[in-house]
Each structure stands twice: as C-alpha cells, then as structure tokens.
C-alpha cells in the first residue's frame, strides 16, 4: 500500500510540473482579469462544428443563424495532450474539466493505467452542484456518448458505455436527456432516483424538483423527424432550462448538437447543416431565456471541426476536403461582453471551462485549474 501511494504521489508531482509546462492548467488569456458572475450558464457545442460548417449552413439554409447575432466571437484552439487534433472525448474533458487529456479519455488525466485514481477533481456540472446550483446534460448523441459523458462521468475510455452510465447513475444532476444507451434501464433510473423516460409527452409532463434520465429515439433525433414522439433539440432546451431556473442559487446546463459532427464525417452536407440549423433554434431559445432573465451567459462552441471544410471561390461552393476530425481553430460566441472573453482573441480549449467556472464564482479549490 505504501508503494503504491509513492507512486501516486510521484504521479501527482509530475502532473503537477507537466500542467506548467504544457498548458493542462492554462493561463489567464486577455480579457479573464475583468469579468462579471453569473447566475446561471448554458454551455451549448456543436459537434464538428467550424468557421466554414457556419458559413455553409448560411449559404445552404438562406437564413441568419442565432449566434450571428452574438456579441462577442473569438476562437478555440482545439487539440488533446497527445494529439494536434483531438477526438470529442479529449475534446470533451477540455470544455468539461479544463485539462488537456489523450484521445479517448473521459474526464481523466492523462496517465493511463493510473487514471482510475487520479481522475480530474471536477467538471463543471460537479462544480455547479458544489455551489448549490442545478445541472442538466442535453445531447442528440446517446446518453453514454463521449461529450455528454465528460461532463457527467469519469472513465480511462470513451468505449466503456457501462461504466460511463454507471458514473451518470451516481451523479447529482438534475436531468440527462440523450438517445438511448445499452446499459440505462427503467430499473436503474428508479434505484438512483431518476424518472426514466422516452417521449416529448414523458419530458413535458416532467415538473419542478423532479430528476430525469431520457433515452430518445435515435433514428428519430439522427433523422429530425418525430415518428415516436421524439423532442427535437430546441425543445429540450427549453424544457430543461424550465426545470432548471428555479433553483434561487442558479443552473449549469451543457446541451450539445452531435450530429453536425456524424454527418460531416460522411461528408453529407444536406444532413450536417440541417443539424446546425436545428442547434442554431436551440440556441435561440438559450439566448431569448437569457435575455430576459439578465443574469444567464450562454456560450457556444465545438470541440473540434469535421470535414475539412473549404470554401471554393470560382464555384461559390463549400466542400469536404476529409471525413476526419482536423486541428483548426473552431468558433467561440459569447453573449455577453462582460464575461471574460474577448473578440478576435484565441484560446485553448482548456482555459474556456476555467473561465465558465470563474464565471459561476468557482475558486481554486473547488475548480483547482483556476489560477488566480
């Protein structure tokens, strides 16, 4: 036992030193010194979604997108521990957890085997809940899924779906609404406390002061359509901001759009910017709620971009250079002026969930990549 805890103890330390050296911590970017708290914060990404993901849709849909309209754009720097360009899950735990993993990871640090006991202290739901706030998880992707699972469970691998529900099972949030994982049974939800449901009716019957585990219909979500009563995205948004705004200490909620990213992985253009466009409504209901709330700040981003997207000036057309994740920069929309971000400025993914936490009026102690 003893060698065993000098050897966490040696592995800490070197977390500790590499944090410093390579940006798992992260420093204060331009504009963190001055911001304001907020009550409440929605945290909304879009899976894949870049610069020229936006701008297709634009194009392809004919119509002003709800971010358009957002006061603040700056930029992510997307990119794991191990890897120039991450995977959704080392993706994930940057915007969750505010660390830097490998590809693969679910809310854990970067050594592997030992990542079973050295897991990130927090993520923002976590860190929400120890302020008293609420928090919700809302996602198109299975429950399990490697983004919604980085902010609601912490796993050495994206592909252990029954150790992620498990860890989802055991925690403290509110509400977890996705597609329908293999391990999430009605009988599980009863024994930890959560309503299982299945349906836009099941959600909308749901009332103040409950907590709710969905498992949506997936060809339902994948294809927009409502064939078995299935919400679309912008409707669990609402819905789950109602649930969730009546905690007097406030609400985290993250809701993520994922199939901007599964269709851009098939280059199928029709399919990603009608996705986007739905994530854009869902959006808008986030920024309508905020606006007249006065104390919300909705933030919108993506993990990564898919598909290489690029722009063809002689032909006015946007096209798929690959069917893979890339490295470059993705878009940060801000609806507020005040709260740390700053246009045209670039920061890695890493110091966004530092600076969200800050935000929620977390400290060092409760969210420890804060550095003041």
Same mark, same amino acid.
């Given at each position: 036992?003893?060698?065993?805890?000098?050897?966490?103890?040696?592995?800490?330390?070197?977390?500790?030193?590499?944090?410093?050296?390579?940006?798992?911590?992260?420093?204060?970017?331009?504009?963190?010194?001055?911001?304001?708290?907020?009550?409440?914060?929605?945290?909304?990404?879009?899976?894949?979604?870049?610069?020229?993901?936006?701008?297709?849709?634009?194009?392809?849909?004919?119509?002003?997108?709800?971010?358009?309209?957002?006061?603040?754009?700056?930029?992510?720097?997307?990119?794991?521990?191990?890897?120039?360009?991450?995977?959704?899950?080392?993706?994930?735990?940057?915007?969750?957890?505010?660390?830097?993993?490998?590809?693969?990871?679910?809310?854990?640090?970067?050594?592997?085997?030992?990542? /079973?006991?050295?897991?990130?202290? $927090?993520?923002? &739901? !976590?860190? #929400? +809940?120890?302020?008293?706030?609420?928090?919700?998880?809302?996602?198109?992707?299975?429950?399990?899924?490697?983004?919604?699972?980085?902010?609601?469970?912490?796993?050495?691998?994206?592909?252990?779906?029954?150790?992620?529900?498990?860890?989802?099972?055991?925690?403290?949030?509110?509400?977890?609404?996705?597609?329908?994982?293999?391990?999430?049974?009605?009988?599980?939800?009863?024994?930890?406390?959560?309503?299982?449901?299945?349906?836009?009716?099941?959600?909308?019957?749901?009332?103040?002061?409950?907590?709710?585990?969905?498992?949506?219909?997936?060809?339902?979500?994948?294809?927009?359509?409502?064939? /078995?009563?299935?919400?679309?995205? $912008?409707?669990? &948004? !609402?819905? #789950? +901001?109602?649930?969730?705004?009546?905690?007097?200490?406030?609400?985290?909620?993250?809701?993520?759009?994922?199939?901007?990213?599964?269709?851009?992985?098939?280059?199928?253009?029709?399919?990603?910017?009608?996705?986007?466009?739905?994530?854009?409504?869902?959006?808008?209901?986030?920024?309508?709620?905020?606006?007249?709330?006065?104390?919300?700040?909705?933030?919108?981003?993506?993990?990564?971009?898919?598909?290489?997207?690029?722009?063809?000036?002689?032909?006015?057309?946007?096209?798929?250079?690959?069917?893979?994740?890339?490295?470059?920069?993705?878009?940060?929309?801000?609806?507020?002026?005040?709260?740390?971000?700053?246009?045209?400025? $670039?920061?890695?993914?890493?110091?966004?969930?530092?600076?969200?936490?800050?935000?929620?009026?977390?400290?060092?102690?409760?969210?420890?990549?804060?550095?003041?």
């Amino acid at each position: 036992m003893t060698a065993i805890k000098t050897i966490l103890s040696l592995a800490l330390s070197a977390l500790i030193c590499i944090s410093g050296l390579f940006g798992m911590t992260g420093k204060k970017a331009t504009g963190h010194e001055d911001y304001k708290t907020y009550k409440n914060v929605i945290l909304m990404i879009g899976d894949g979604m870049g610069f020229n993901t936006i701008a297709a849709t634009r194009k392809m849909k004919t119509a002003e997108l709800a971010m358009d309209n957002m006061p603040v754009l700056c930029e992510s720097q997307t990119r794991s521990f191990t890897n120039k360009v991450t995977d959704s899950a080392a993706g994930g735990t940057a915007l969750a957890c505010g660390v830097r993993t490998y590809n693969g990871a679910v809310g854990v640090y970067l050594f592997n085997p030992l990542a /079973n006991y050295l897991h990130v202290p $927090a993520n923002l &739901t !976590e860190v #929400a +809940i120890e302020n008293g706030k609420l928090a919700g998880v809302v996602t198109t992707d299975k429950t399990s899924g490697a983004t919604p699972a980085s902010f609601s469970a912490h796993a050495v691998a994206r592909g252990n779906e029954k150790n992620i529900s498990n860890d989802q099972m055991k925690s403290e949030l509110t509400l977890l609404w996705g597609c329908a994982s293999d391990s999430v049974t009605a009988e599980k939800c009863a024994k930890n406390g959560f309503d299982y449901i299945t349906t836009a009716t099941e959600m909308n019957s749901l009332e103040e002061g409950s907590r709710s585990f969905a498992q949506f219909d997936w060809d339902d979500i994948a294809g927009i359509k409502n064939d /078995n009563d299935t919400p679309r995205i $912008a409707e669990m &948004t !609402e819905k #789950a +901001i109602d649930l969730l705004d009546d905690d007097e200490d406030g609400f985290f909620l993250m809701v993520e759009g994922a199939h901007i990213d599964k269709n851009s992985h098939r280059n199928n253009f029709d399919g990603a910017t009608s996705h986007l466009a739905e994530f854009s409504d869902a959006i808008q209901v986030a920024l309508d709620y905020a606006a007249q709330d006065g104390d919300t700040l909705v933030l919108v981003t993506a993990d990564h971009e898919t598909g290489g997207i690029t722009y063809n000036a002689e032909t006015d057309e946007y096209y798929y250079t690959t069917g893979s994740h890339t490295g470059v920069n993705v878009p940060v929309y801000v609806s507020a002026t005040d709260a740390g971000f700053v246009t045209g400025e $670039a920061y890695k993914n890493c110091e966004i969930s530092v600076q969200l936490a800050r935000v929620m009026g977390c400290d060092e102690k409760q969210f420890p990549r804060i550095k003041n």
